[in-house]
């Protein structure tokens, strides 16, 4: 997936699936308000991972940035 400079988005993600996430290059910011404002900002080479049901977000990158994503469910 990638984040053109400026974009963001506004609301948290939640999800019925594992998900890992590598941030390839660029610039990541985790946990703007609904303006874009404020976060935790990540570089390139920033490994997460997800388990279902977690509110993750919202994302913003000043940048852009190239992420690499897999989704997955849990065997039973």
Not at 51 to 71: I, V
């Amino acid at each position: 997936m990638r984040f053109a400079p400026g974009v963001y988005t506004t609301k948290p993600f939640v999800h019925d699936y594992w998900e890992e996430v590598f941030l390839v290059s660029g610039d990541l910011i985790v946990g703007n308000d609904e303006q874009g404002r404020g976060g935790e900002k990540f570089q390139g080479y920033t490994y997460a991972v997800r388990p279902p049901g977690a509110y993750h977000g919202p994302f913003k990158s000043e940048g852009g940035c190239l992420l690499l994503e897999t989704h997955f469910y849990e065997e039973a």
